[in-house]
Every structure is written in structure tokens, then in C-alpha cells.
């Protein structure tokens, strides 16, 4: 098929009044609607968007999202913002929908696509916390699910004589079996914009609120990360590490287990991908309460209000939050569906994520990330002085005043 899709930056050439780029409109050609996507440099978009338009009958102009992750947040946001009526239907992340939710730039589909039998489908704590605006109205179908996993490297719990790892002290026993020789029972990725996750992670599963420092769950989970820096059982200098570093040090053996995003290919590449290798499990319950917290994430499709082409759009969006939507998705850019139910159909057992993503979403508590309008801006101050407390610059218990006081002035 013709590729459709157009540079951004092209199309930001062809006009005076938008800084996000125009479609461009061949004159034998017509669009129904146009969406901005961060999918285009996949190796089978196109295929994936001809299945689109063939199962909707629509003919759809795609303008490509900018891959640098602050541009591209800045294109939306003066799309959005400035009322451009130009593009339609637009692919945001997380933290885009705390920025967006609450400021009336999309519109509410609760009566629409996400009616109340459609969205029973999706998990509830990431819907109510991630694309339910204050006003109760759903403004967002979630393109995947994507866990914070939890990780373990089967061939040191078999070294160590440890079958699983199901609560606090299976844990801490784990911690001290393993560490040792430069190698660490666990391993983070804990640059200040990234650590955000396995803070927000330990809280829950202390039982705490990421949004009231007061609570005692909070500190504990604060100074438990803290002892596994001191008792030489996760290393410090993982503060400069994001994803890309602490992979590969999982790979070579230096973790025992580890929190991460996705299914896993990057252990996969490496021929370190199986169930007596590198794998996924059962998030602990540290609390006590048999409870288990897990966070999911997503890139959501959105209709911008401003479109002149809504009745397009939400054709477009029912068939993303369908089961025909989510199996091409799937099939084309391995995005694991959002429907649990959807998921049970069209996942083939042989995928090596699958058990565990069930078992996710049936035992766990699945909740999207605590996220504020200026999210970023709030991500990177809680790592800094989360980096700061792991230095013993500052002490557990200031850390959570100055925590504190973060979220009163975000929230």
C-alpha cells in the first residue's frame, strides 16, 4: 500500500499557524480523520493500519509523533491547547494523561466507546487513576498493558536453594543468600526520572499512599531501600543507571531480582529469556495482609475535542478497545492487550509472558503510577532527594518531609 504516514517536521514545513505540522491532503485524496502516532517507525505500521481501514472502513492520514519524548509532549500540548482542530485522534502516554485529563482538551467517551460493559474489561485501578478525569469521564482507550514486573534470575534462586520469593522475609532471606562478590540479591534502575517507579512500587507493597508521607507503610518502604544500600544488598551507584544500564547487568548475573517494563526481550536477545534463566514472577506481599500491588502502563488513544471529525473518531476508537483492534495491535507491534478477556483469547499460550500477565491482572491490585499535572517536574524531585537519602545526605525521616511537601505543592 502507499505509505500515508508524514514527517512531522515535513509537515511542519507546509504551515505558518501550527508547530506540530499539518496532514498533508493530496488533491485525489480525502481523509477521514487524522492521527498522530508513535508507531510509525514499526516495521509493519503499515500493515497494521491497513488492517484499521480495511476493518473500519475508514481512510486515515497519519502524522509521525517526534521520537524525543520532550518535543514530542510539546507538540501536543500546543496541539491540544491551542484548540487545533487538524489532527483527531492522538497516542499519549501516562504521564500526558495526568498533564491532559482535567484540562477539557479531550473528550469524555464514556457514552461512546468506553460505554459501561466495554470498560469493565480494563483494569479499574489504572482507569480510575490514569484516564478518568475529575468529573468521572473516561477520556482515553489504553493501547496495552504493560506491567512493572518483577524479575528473578531462576539460576542464583536455584544456586541458593530459594524456591519463590512470596513475602517480605523470603525477600530479605534472598538479599542476604545472594549478595556478595559483586553481586547483589536486587538491582534497580535508579536515575532520579526513572527511580519514580520502584519508589511508587515499594510503597504500595508496604501498604503505603505515594500521595501522604505521613503514613508510616511510606517510611518503611524508604528505609527498607535504604538497609538494601547499606547491607551492601543493592549498590548505590545504580543511581546513575536507567533501563539501557541495568539490563545488561541483570543479563551478566549481577542481580538476583529487579523490577521492569515489558515482556522481556531484552533478556531474550541475550538467550537469557526462559524458566530456569531470567523470568517473571509473583509480585511479594510485603504488607502481610495477602494483598499484591502491581502497576500497569499504557499509551492511550485520545480524541481531541477540537476535532471536526469525531463521528470518524469514534469509529476509530471502538475498534481499538474491540477484540479485533487489540489482536492486530498485538500481532503487529507485540503490545499486550488491555482486555484481560481479550488477552485470554488471542495471546497464544507460547508466548513466555502470558501465565504471568494472567496472574497479574486475577491476583494483583493493578494501579496506574501516582502521577500529578506536572508530572515530570515531580518525578525528577522526589528521585533527587530519594538519591539524596540513599547517600545519607539527608535521613529517612527528612526524606519524607521533603516528600511531603512535594506533593503539596504538585498535587
Known amino acids: 500500500m502507499k505509505k500515508k504516514t508524514i514527517s512531522i517536521f515535513l509537515a511542519a ?7 506540530a505540522g499539518t496532514p498533508t491532503v493530496f488533491a485525489d485524496e480525502e481523509y477521514d480523520l487524522t492521527l498522530y502516532s508513535i508507531m510509525t517507525t514499526d516495521s509493519d505500521f503499515d500493515d497494521w493500519l491497513a488492517n484499521v481501514e480495511e476493518a473500519t472502513g475508514l481512510n486515515i492520514n497519519v502524522i509521525a509523533a517526534p ?3 520532550d518535543t514530542r509532549q510539546q507538540k501536543i500540548t500546543t496541539i491540544l491547547s491551542t484548540g487545533d482542530s487538524s489532527v483527531d485522534i492522538i497516542e499519549v502516554n501516562d504521564e500526558m494523561c495526568a498533564a491532559f485529563k482535567n484540562s477539557g482538551w479531550l473528550e469524555g467517551l464514556n457514552d461512546t466507546v468506553m460505554t459501561e460493559d466495554i470498560r469493565g474489561e480494563f483494569p479499574q485501578g489504572y482507569m480510575k487513576d490514569m484516564i478518568t478525569d475529575k468529573d468521572g469521564n473516561i477520556i482515553g482507550v489504553p493501547g496495552y498493558s504493560g506491567y512493572l514486573a518483577f524479575w528473578v534470575n531462576q539460576e542464583i534462586l536455584d544456586e541458593v536453594g530459594i524456591e519463590s520469593i512470596e513475602t517480605k522475609e523470603d525477600f530479605l532471606a534472598y538479599m542476604e543468600a545472594v549478595s556478595g562478590d559483586g553481586r547483589y540479591g536486587y538491582g534497580g534502575s535508579w536515575e532520579k526520572t526513572y527511580v519514580f517507579n520502584e519508589i511508587a512500587q515499594f510503597v504500595n507493597m508496604f501498604g503505603g499512599d505515594y500521595f501522604d508521607w ?3 507503610e511510606n517510611k518503611e518502604a524508604i528505609q527498607f531501600l535504604h538497609d538494601l544500600v547499606a547491607n551492601g544488598q543493592t549498590p548505590i551507584d545504580q543511581i546513575a543507571d536507567k533501563y539501557e544500564q541495568m539490563n545488561p547487568k541483570a543479563n551478566d548475573g549481577k542481580y538476583g ?10 533478556y531474550d536477545n541475550e538467550g537469557m529469556l526462559s524458566d530456569d534463566k531470567i523470568h517473571m514472577a509473583m509480585v511479594p506481599d510485603f504488607s502481610g495482609k495477602g494483598e499484591r500491588s502491581i502497576f500497569t502502563d499504557s499509551w492511550s488513544y485520545v480524541l481531541n475535542s477540537a476535532s471536526p471529525n469525531k463521528e470518524a473518531a469514534i469509529t476509530f476508537l471502538n475498534y481499538m478497545a474491540s477484540e479485533g483492534g487489540m489482536e492486530a495491535s498485538y500481532k ?3 503490545r499486550y492487550p488491555a482486555r484481560a478477556d481479550v488477552a485470554e483469547k488471542v495471546v497464544p499460550d507460547t508466548d513466555p509472558g502470558k501465565e504471568m500477565y494472567s496472574r497479574y491482572a486475577s491476583e494483583c491490585n493493578v494501579n496506574g503510577r501516582p502521577m500529578v499535572a506536572q508530572t515530570m517536574e515531580f518525578i525528577s524531585d522526589m528521585g533527587t532527594i530519594f538519591q539524596s537519602c540513599m547517600k545519607d545526605e539527608i535521613t529517612v525521616d527528612e526524606f519524607c518531609e521533603k516528600a511531603q511537601q512535594l506533593v503539596e505543592t504538585y498535587q
Open 257 to 266: 531480582c529487579w523490577f521492569y517494563w515489558g515482556m522481556g526481550s531484552e
Open 13 to 19: 514545513a507546509m504551515t505558518m499557524g501550527l508547530a
Open 67 to 69: 521520537t524525543d519524548s
Open 214 to 216: 505521613t503514613k508510616e
Open 332 to 334: 503487529a507491534f507485540a
